[in-house]
């Protein structure tokens, strides 16, 4: 019988238990070549990264886009990484700027081109996610806040740092970060069902 | 628990709840897409690097001997000096039919712009005026007057900018392609890479800018080198308008900036002088001044320069390291002393160099480490479109992946 190809290569005995590794020490032998290595990054990190692009571009195609060229770029720049530093806010701080970066770019779209904004709405329209989602009205109020400000919500809620990391990731004041988090909290809250019965 | 505390914690789990569409086959196309592109990268060397003082002591060195030393390989070429007793190679090629490394060239010829495929196929994309690669290869920055367009490299059309003036250079950020730069009218400035949003950065001179390569991804600053009108070369940061560093103004007019590769490096061509800057805007290598540089180019990983200038035996390609001393890698020959080569221009891999000889009508590959020499003729004629004459001898706009 065949064996099925592995993705990313053979396991060495080093490699082996890579999963219980630190994260330093996994970034280490993905410097020196482990392609072991670089599975269990991407296995640690993808998920998060691409659900964090997605939930701030609102573009299924294009959200999976910015996560593997996020991916790719932190590869190629792998071996300039600091080992010192954690791998996954590198990671989330390139992935979150090239999704504000194009979400910015397609509102600029969506103002110069009626066209476009057909083309916009029709794409965000998607059945899946609001059956996938408690309410589709957390969505839609999601889309509804701006690009830096989804992202804040999006770090703080999905990818779980706090406000300072937030503030020292995007590079703004710790109390830009709160405020805006507390405006999209409030929006957010609006979306949620009512409750019903006491507490 | 408080209502708010409440009712941010419903928030948070719904907010948890949110899946991105079709996350399982997104996750298995993503790891394919990881995994061959971990396979093309190149881990971590383990062999020291000379400490960045010690190297810029090196270069500096080098050029202060300059010509003195004895190049590698000068004997290799020598012969050419005193065999040949007209412009060009004598066995030149009568045409080119193919790239000696992987890669495309692009081509600023009389007739517009053309793209060269590493199998010698051409595509003429146009009767543009200039061209330049978006970074990846994926489309071509072109001008037509004062229209800025994107082509794909088939020659198709994307989208169009109307400049108000004739656009005079164009660069494509080199990180993720996002960002067009481009002059016109005497102002520099920046079009998203899909043409929607044009806005102007600064007054500037009519020398290509050129985007900084990001070191670190996540910087995402976006820093773009341009020449300043009182001819002093300026970082930018192009989303916020901050000026990052600016230099004292040049004696002479600079006449091209390149980055290398990673970032760390920009090459500064002045009137007879190539410059190397680090990204912090200070000078640590100066060319061979004192023999006139005609035209530099940076190597893809920073480590070279490749120095065009007269020599005693003629016109001369040159290689600067910051490890090996200066190296000849071609001499023009004493019988054509003062043969004028085109700028220099780096194979993507860093292993060929294209050398234009524009009086030969010759195109000159020269291997970097072996320093063979193929020489192609009869260029200006392969880009005349319409097949009416012989037409002027073309630029080289790049050479890219």
Partial sequence: MEALPRLFGSVSPDDRSLERQTERAVVKAAQRGSNEAMEELFRRHWRGAHRAAYLVVHDGPAAEDIAQEAFISAIRSLDRFDRRRPFAPWLHRIVVNRAIDWTRARKARREVSGEAIEAWEGESHDPDLDAIADSGRMVEVLRSLGPEQRAVVVMRYILEYTPGE?????????????????????????????????? | MTDRKRTDERVRSALLELEAPDEP?????ARQVVDAAFDGHTPAQTRSRMPLRAGIAVVTAAAIAG???TPAGADVREWIADTIDSAGEEDAEPRLTSLPTPGSVLVDAPSGAWVIREDGSKRHLGDYDRATWSPNGRFVGVADGSELRAIDPAGNFRWSIEAGAPVKAIDWSSDEGFRVAYIAGGELRVVTGDGVTDSAVAPAAEVPPAWQPESDPAAAVHRLTYVDPKNRVVSVATDSGRVLWRTQEYFDPVRSLEWSGDGERLLVVTGDSATIQDDEGGTFFKGPVATGVEHAAISPDGSEVAVVSSGPRGTELSL??????????????????NARFGPPVFSPDGGWILLPWPEADQWLFVNTQ????TAV?????????????????????????
Wanted: net charge negative.
């Fill in chain 2, 25 to 29: 086959s997104a996750e298995e196309r």
């Fill in chain 2, 320 to 337: 600067y390291s910051d490890t090996a001393p200066v190296r000849r890698l071609y001499s023009s020959g004493r019988q054509n002393p």
């Fill in chain 2, 370 to 373: 072996d320093e063979r020499v």
């Fill in chain 2, 377 to 401: 003729a009869d260029i200006a004629r392969q880009f005349d479109a319409d097949g009416k004459g012989k037409a002027a001898f073309p630029d080289v706009a790049g050479w890219c992946c």
């Fill in chain 1, 166 to 199: 937030i503030a020292e990731i995007l590079g703004m004041p710790r109390g830009t970060v709160n405020s805006r988090l507390r405006r999209g909290l409030d929006a957010l809250a609006q979306a949620l069902p009512r409750e019903t019965g006491d507490d």
């Fill in chain 2, 67 to 69: 010509f003195a030393l």
